[in-house]
């Protein structure tokens, strides 16, 4: 049963990057049938898409973050990353990795999730 | 850039129907998927493809899609079903969630 799980820093100072990564279990990492993703939920508030990537590399970035946002996949490690640019404490959030069918099937597996606070 | 638009709260008796809308310009020419959010935890497909249930989602949840609304619909709406909902959709790859429901059940 595929799992994913996101790690890293807890809390980052703000004008830095934000670095997570999500681990993929029980699953390849390189089906051409999905892609991958990240969503974040600030503090009380909605969801919102960060980006997503195919195995292949291929990326697609929410326009509002775009200028911030880098997604990378290591299909090696069975891992995809999340770094985010220039910091401030709008980005504090619960961030989630998740599977992302297209053709209308959503995100059907998400990872627990990781808070990251920016803070000095 | 593409918006979707929730109400930000519905309240529903217990054993009531229970309908979240989310609009959207033309959101019936795309596939809009739902989502249930407990606290605490990951959220859930409940609804993909406009109206299909995942396996394990119980049959109260139904969904419909049409011109510029697409509705989540509860049936029967039981206590544990009380949680945030998000609509979702695909503004050509981009991926664009709803500002969400809290949906009440007293």
């Known amino acids: 049963q595929l799992q994913l799980q996101e790690s890293g820093p807890g809390l980052v100072k703000p004008s830095e990057t934000l670095s997570l990564t999500c681990t993929v279990s029980?699953?390849?990492?390189?089906?051409?049938?999905?892609?991958w993703g990240w969503i974040r939920q600030p503090p009380g508030k909605g969801l919102e898409w960060i980006g997503s990537i195919y195995y292949s590399g291929s990326t697609y970035y929410n326009p509002s973050l775009k200028s911030r946002v880098t997604i990378s996949v290591d299909t090696s490690k069975k891992q995809f990353s999340l770094k985010l640019s220039s910091v401030t404490a709008a980005d504090t959030a619960v961030y989630y990795c998740a599977r992302l069918f297209g053709g209308g099937y959503g995100m059907d597996v998400w990872g627990q999730g990781t808070t990251v606070t920016v803070s000095s | 850039s593409y918006e979707l638009t929730q109400p930000p709260s519905v309240s529903v008796s217990p054993g009531q129907t229970a309908s979240i809308t989310c609009s959207g310009d033309?959101?019936?020419?795309?596939?809009a998927c739902w989502y249930q959010q407990k606290p605490g935890q990951s959220p859930v497909v409940v609804i993909y493809?406009?109206?299909k249930r995942p396996s394990g989602i119980p049959e109260r949840f139904s969904g419909s899609n049409s011109g510029n609304t697409a509705t989540l619909t509860i049936s029967g709406t039981q206590a544990m079903d009380e949680a945030d909902y998000y609509c979702q959709a695909w503004d050509s790859s981009a991926v664009v969630f709803g500002g969400g429901t809290k949906l009440t059940v007293l």
């Open positions: 033309k959101l019936g020419d795309k596939y």
């Open positions: 493809q406009d109206s």
């Open positions: 029980g699953d390849s990492i390189n089906s051409t049938s999905y892609y």
